[in-house]
C-alpha cells in the first residue's frame, strides 16, 4: 500500500467490541475475525478520510515506535484483509 | 468438566417453504409445516438471547426466507440486539421496494444462490420456471443498494461445467465471495445422491479451476471452495466442523447443532419455545 493511498472498511465490514468474549472483533460477510491489540489500534485510525501515510504517522507517534516498523506491520494487516475483500483502499 | 465455547453464529431457518424444489435442498426430508413455524415474538426473543450468549453472526434462512412475511421485522430486531445480519436467499419473493426496506432496517449482507448459468440450466435444478430472470434481476437490486454479496453456487455433476461462468458471474454482479460448494451428501441429497454425484474427473477439474482462480482473482473476489464428498482419501469432520461454532434453529424450534443434525436417528433436540437457548 503506498503512502497516499486511502483505506477504509467498506460497508458490511465493521468493529465490534464482543462484550461476552471481551475482544474487539472485525464483522464481516459470514466472518468474524479476532483482532489483538495492535490490529485494533490499526483499525481504529482507518476511517476512509486519512492516507495510509498520515495513519501510519500517527501510530508511530501514537507509540513512540520507528514509524519503518509501524509501516511494515500495517502492510502486512492490512494486505491481508485487503486480499479478503475486508478492506477497500482508493487513490 | 469442560465447557464448549459459546457459538459464533446460529442459522435460523425462518421457514422450510420455498419456491424453488432444488434435489440437494439442506432442510430435511421430513420438513416442519407451515403451522408449527415459530411466531415473529418469539424469533425475536431468542435473537436477543442469542445475542447474550455470544453469537456475533445471524444468518436467516430456510426454505425461502424471504417467504416469511415478517422478514423485515426479523432483520429490524436481530440488529436491535446487535447480530451481524445475513439474508441467504434465492432471491425468490423479494422485489427492488421489499429490498430497500430491508437496507433501511440495516440488514449487514446477502447470500444469493445460484443454481445454473442460464435459465435453462438453474430453472431446471430449481423446478421453477422464471426463476432465473428474476434472480437476475434481484442481483441487479442488489448492486444498485449497495448490499455487500457473496454468491452460493452449488455445484454437482449436471451444472460442474458452468464453473466458469459462475465465476465470471459472480464479478458482474459485483460479489465480493463466491462459495464454490459441490453438493454434499445429506437428506435430499443423498436420496438423489445418483443423479448428482460428479465424476472423479469433475472433481479433480474443479479444484484445479477454484486454485487457478483464487490466484488469479486475488483482491477481487474471495473464492470459498467445499470440495466434493466422496473423492478425498479420508473422511471430512462432521459438517467440516459446523457444530462446534455454530447452530441451527429450525422453523418449528428445534436447536440443533447443524443444519444436518435430524438426519442421525434417535436424537432428540429442545426446543425454544420450552427453554431460553442459554439453557439449551
Known amino acids: ?91 | 468438566m469442560t465447557t464448549a465455547p459459546p457459538p459464533i453464529a446460529m442459522l435460523a431457518e425462518l421457514t422450510h417453504r420455498c419456491p424453488l424444489s432444488c434435489p440437494y435442498c439442506s432442510n430435511p426430508v421430513e420438513m416442519a409445516l407451515q403451522e408449527t413455524e415459530l411466531p415473529t415474538e418469539t424469533w425475536v426473543r431468542v435473537f436477543q438471547e442469542a445475542a447474550d450468549l455470544g453469537i456475533l453472526q445471524l444468518h436467516l434462512s430456510g426454505g425461502e426466507p424471504a417467504s416469511s412475511r415478517d422478514l423485515t421485522d426479523l432483520v429490524a430486531a436481530a440488529q436491535k440486539a446487535g447480530l451481524y445480519t445475513n439474508l441467504i436467499t434465492s432471491g425468490i419473493g423479494l422485489s427492488a421496494k421489499r429490498l430497500r426496506v430491508l437496507d433501511a432496517v440495516g440488514l449487514d449482507h446477502i447470500q444469493l444462490s445460484l443454481q445454473g448459468t442460464d435459465a435453462a440450466m438453474a430453472d431446471k435444478i430449481g423446478g421453477h420456471r422464471g426463476g432465473y430472470d428474476r434472480k437476475m434481476m434481484v442481483a441487479d437490486w442488489i448492486a444498485k443498494i449497495g448490499f455487500p454479496l457473496t454468491l452460493n453456487a452449488v455445484l454437482h455433476r449436471s451444472n460442474l461445467h458452468q464453473l466458469p461462468d459462475m465465476l465470471k458471474m459472480a464479478q458482474n454482479m459485483g460479489a465480493r465471495r463466491i462459495e464454490v460448494a459441490t453438493v454434499q451428501f445429506h437428506g435430499w441429497a443423498l436420496k438423489n445422491r445418483d443423479a448428482l454425484m460428479p465424476t472423479q474427473e469433475q472433481a479433480k477439474e474443479t479444484t484445479r479451476i477454484v486454485t487457478e482462480a483464487r490466484t488469479r482473482l486475488k483482491g477481487q473476489l474471495v473464492i470459498d471452495y467445499v470440495p466434493a464428498d466422496y473423492h478425498s482419501n479420508f473422511p471430512k469432520r462432521c459438517m467440516g466442523g459446523w457444530g462446534s461454532t455454530g447452530l441451527n434453529v429450525t422453523p418449528d424450534g428445534q436447536v440443533l447443532p447443524c443444519h444436518a443434525a435430524q438426519t442421525i436417528p434417535h436424537l432428540t433436540f429442545d426446543r425454544v419455545q420450552d427453554r431460553p437457548l442459554a439453557d439449551i
Open chain 1, 1 to 91: 500500500m503506498e503512502s497516499q493511498e486511502f483505506p477504509a472498511l467498506p460497508r458490511g465490514v465493521r468493529l465490534h467490541y464482543d462484550r461476552i468474549r471481551e475482544i474487539w472483533v472485525l464483522l464481516a460477510p459470514e466472518r468474524a475475525v479476532t483482532l489483538d491489540a495492535v490490529g485494533h489500534a490499526i483499525l481504529s485510525e482507518v476511517d476512509g478520510k486519512r492516507s495510509f501515510g498520515e495513519i501510519t504517522q500517527k501510530l508511530a507517534a501514537k507509540i513512540n515506535a520507528p514509524v519503518d516498523q509501524i509501516i511494515q506491520d500495517c502492510t502486512g494487516f492490512l494486505g491481508a484483509l485487503r486480499a479478503r475483500r475486508f478492506l477497500d483502499v482508493s487513490p
